[in-house]
């Protein structure tokens, strides 16, 4: 058989202009007839030049049509570059705890506080901390600890939760983890749990700074330093309260500390406590306790009115009184510390703290007493900083030694400690001696089923 017969006995062959042209469907297929080879070869000679020419214009030549591969990178255009790695941040990284009754403005502290950030924001219910995340500007949510530590490098935990159980256990959780810890009084429902913060604090080599606003006030601490040329040998030390509706066992917890805590900075530890509690117009008992603060927050509590009186080891008498049948005060708690040659009063309130001195002065119709703000100032040496700044810039001092103080943790575990002796006197109706035996919550609910609603209502947190 002859090359020709060969070639025009086989099935004819499809020929495209080009590879790609093929693939993308630009030119179809066409069928040929056989054509002998020397036919075949003249031919490609003919298209070789063709092939071969200079390329015209471009702006005159029909490119190929892409292919859908090459379609779809030419409409998505370039690869997006990636964004440069965010610059190491060196300065103080916060998290903030908090739950339903939170503090609020102990969240916001740190908001535009130079030298800090904060990274995360925790709640074990998701809604209230996105809540959260929108009030202080956290980075990042959490709904629990443990991730949070995890994930985060933080140095400083702030503890802004209303509730004292959930307090405690974020406290507990901060510590261990290596974070310094803010946070409100009291540090914990009883003191076992406050004794094993301590511990734990003392482990780890942490801080764990309790909000005690007259400890970290200059105009305090400078009147400790000079108490003695101002008002003589301290005698008596007078704490007063909420006064009205929102008096007795839950301003114990919140103001109270504050002026137990100030008892102790002036005259040393208590050696007994006797106390008188007036529920529903009769003596309580240990057992007929009520849910306290908002939704309960601040655990059992008992007492409408409530008077104690303290023997320090110093000889100083000390008192405490709470008592919602006398008016409301509206110029905030306060300390009155008599002394030998005068006296000095001291109010405080979440915006601020004021001193002044009472000198006795004569007076026609008999002996009066003369109120002078102290120290007298300036007005443009006036303190202008809130109770709570103050603190957190001797958190921030603080937390930079190797080897934190104690001392502050101490205090708010022996003015809580105070408080429960009250609590204990006062149901027992018998005198409690320091150091208490019970380290638990003297006051227990009678039947969980037979709890008293808690009420919606409860002093501002200082």
Aim: aromatic content about 4%; hydrophobic content about 35%.
């Amino acid at each position: 058989m002859s090359d020709s017969e060969i070639d025009s006995s086989k099935e004819d062959q499809p020929l495209y202009a080009s590879a790609g042209m093929a693939a993308s469907g630009l030119f179809k297929p066409v069928r040929r007839m056989a054509t002998s080879r020397s036919e075949a070869a003249s031919e490609e000679e003919e298209e070789k030049p063709a092939k071969s020419e200079p390329a015209q214009n471009s702006s005159s030549i029909q490119a190929d049509e892409p292919s859908s591969d090459e379609s779809l990178e030419q409409s998505s255009g370039p690869a997006p570059e990636e964004p440069a790695p965010e610059p190491e941040y060196n300065g103080i990284r916060v998290a903030i705890f908090t739950d339903a009754t939170a503090d609020s403005e102990l969240e916001k502290v740190f908001q535009r506080l130079e030298g800090t950030r904060i990274d995360a924001v925790q709640a074990e219910d998701e809604e209230l901390a996105n809540q959260a995340q929108v009030r202080s500007g956290a980075r990042k949510l959490y709904t629990d600890s443990e991730t949070l530590f995890k994930n985060e490098n933080i140095r400083v935990s702030i503890v802004s939760c209303g509730a004292i159980a959930t307090r405690e256990k974020a406290l507990m959780e901060a510590v261990t983890n290596g974070s310094h810890v803010l946070a409100a009084l009291p540090i914990a429902s009883n003191l076992k749990v406050s004794g094993k913060l301590l511990a734990k604090m003392r482990t780890a080599k942490k801080c764990i700074l309790p909000i005690l606003p007259l400890r970290h006030h200059p105009d305090v601490q400078a009147f400790r330093e000079r108490y003695k040329s101002l008002v003589g040998e301290i005698i008596e030390i007078a704490i007063e309260g909420e006064q009205g509706p929102r008096a007795g066992g839950e301003d114990l917890l919140i103001h109270g500390l504050h002026g137990l805590d100030l008892i102790r900075w002036f005259g040393g530890d208590p050696e007994y406590c006797d106390a008188q509690i007036i529920e529903k117009g009769a003596p309580p008992l240990s057992d007929e306790a009520r849910l306290g603060g908002i939704e309960g927050n601040l655990g059992p509590v008992v007492g409408e009115c409530i008077r104690a009186q303290f023997v320090l080891g110093s000889g100083i008498m000390a008192s405490f009184s709470s008592d919602h049948r006398l008016p409301v005060n509206a110029t905030g708690p306060s300390a009155l510390i008599t002394g030998t040659k005068a006296k000095m009063l001291i109010r405080w309130s979440k915006d601020e703290v004021k001193l002044f001195l009472l000198r006795p002065a004569e007076a026609v119709d008999g002996f009066l007493e003369k109120a002078i703000p102290w120290p007298p100032r300036k007005e443009n040496n006036e303190i202008n900083e809130r109770p709570l700044s103050l603190i957190v810039d001797d958190f921030l001092n603080m937390i930079e030694q190797d080897e934190p103080a104690n001392l502050p943790t101490e205090n708010a575990t022996k003015a809580l400690e105070m408080a429960h002796s009250i609590w204990q006197a006062g149901t027992s109706t018998k005198r409690a001696f320091f150091p208490l035996a019970n380290p638990l919550h003297p006051l227990h609910l009678a039947k969980e089923e037979e709890q008293i609603e808690p009420s919606n209502e409860a002093p501002e947190p200082t």
